[in-house]
């Protein structure tokens, strides 16, 4: 099935194809998918491949798609949250001289062994 509009503009035909074809609708679902990662940059290809491995795991570990959809969400936070802070250190980073740079960077290499 190809697309050429955006995926909101077909929202009620995929709608439709996910209740009348599930399988045609997981085909097309994979393609976008693949595509998505063919269509990115060479270099971060492979972890977008293994990102979408993990997804698709923990889509098949759960008993439902509700389910799947509230552990899905839970990653992506997890995920946001801690690229939030890498974020704040390479800021606070920034800020600082490189004496102060070299302890900062001690302290949380010390807090990361720790974890």
């Known amino acids: 099935m190809e697309r050429k509009q955006s995926i909101s503009e077909n929202f009620d035909d995929l709608v439709r194809m996910a209740q009348n074809d599930p399988e045609a609708f997981e085909s097309y679902r994979d393609q976008l998918i693949q595509k998505t990662i063919e269509n990115a ?3 971060r290809q492979t ?16 008993n439902s798609s509700f389910n799947a959809c509230i552990k899905l969400t839970r990653m992506m936070n997890q995920r946001l949250l801690s690229i939030s802070n890498q974020l704040l250190v390479l800021t606070e980073l920034t800020k600082m001289d490189s004496s102060n740079r070299q302890n900062f960077i001690k302290d949380k290499l010390k807090a990361l062994e720790q974890a």
Not at 51 to 62: A, C, G, L, N, P
Request: aromatic content about 16%.
């Open 41 to 43: 940059p060479f270099d």
């Open 47 to 62: 972890n977008l491949r293994r990102y979408q491995w993990r997804i698709d795991q923990e889509r098949q570990r759960q």
